[in-house]
């Protein structure tokens, strides 16, 4: 997911209110590029071209809060501070100098014609695929072999490490088939479905405890897998 690598690659070390360093951005994908195939990994980018209509209320919160930042780091600049940590955001149209420099370095490049999450997902079912590098919960539930968090990568150890998600096994540990991890994804909540139309059904699941993280994904699960049982059961009987 190459959405999610900006932070990576741009790190805040680099210059990011005054525009951009991309030599140094360069050498970073160089870097993570050859680290990948030091291990045989050949690396396949998929990049973000636009904002599915689905999601566009979720894109204008986050551009809000975008906004909020860069009025933030205006105030600092007048009153002659280094902007806050917290206002780091990427130089402007940062995914077209990090699409260009994985090219550049071997790597396929992707730009889809919407968000890549489905693109991504289609293009390992069709080719021989080890896993997803993401941050991104949707791929516990799109049908990718494994999901790699990229949160926990550790590229230059030796050896390198990351936290990996396995799809069968995620299955396995949920009790639930492929068929219904994109149900259970729906009812927990993501950038579709947001959670707060899902808040009363939370509640039910979990009645005076926190319906969120772990416990609420579990609930969902065993709601989903009772239910589907008596979909099953009553069309059997019929």
């Known amino acids: 997911d190459g959405m999610a690598l900006i932070r990576k690659l741009y790190t805040p070390d680099l210059e990011w209110v005054c525009g951009g360093q991309y030599q140094e951005l360069w050498a970073h994908v160089q870097s993570f590029v050859k680290a990948f195939e030091a291990h045989g990994l050949k690396l396949v ?51 077209k100098a990090v699409g260009g420099a994985f090219a550049q370095n071997g790597a396929q490049v992707y730009y889809t014609a919407g968000e890549a999450d489905r693109e991504l997902a289609s293009y390992c079912s069709t080719h021989d695929c080890v896993a997803v590098l993401a941050k ?14 990229l949160d926990t990568l550790a590229l230059h150890r030796s050896p390198p490490t990351a936290t990996v998600y396995l799809r069968r096994a995620v299955e396995a540990a949920l009790q639930l088939p ?5 149900l259970l994804g729906s009812l927990v909540g993501n950038d579709f479905v947001p959670t707060y139309l899902l808040s009363e059904f939370h509640r039910t699941l979990l009645p005076g405890r926190q319906a969120s993280g772990g416990p609420l994904i579990e609930a969902v699960a065993a ?9 099953l059961r009553h069309s059997w009987s019929n």
């Open 45 to 95: 980018v998929f990049l973000d071209g636009g904002v599915d209509e689905a999601k566009l209320a979720e894109w204008k919160e986050r551009r809000q809060k975008d906004l909020q930042k860069c009025e933030r780091v205006v105030s600092s600049l007048r009153e002659g501070k280094e902007p806050p940590n917290a206002a780091w955001m990427p130089p402007p149209n940062i995914s």
């Open 178 to 182: 492929s068929s219904l991890m994109p």
């Open 223 to 231: 709601h989903v897998a009772t239910a589907a049982t008596e979909v």
């Open 136 to 149: 991104d919960s949707d791929f516990f539930v799109l049908p990718v072999p494994a999901y790699l968090n």
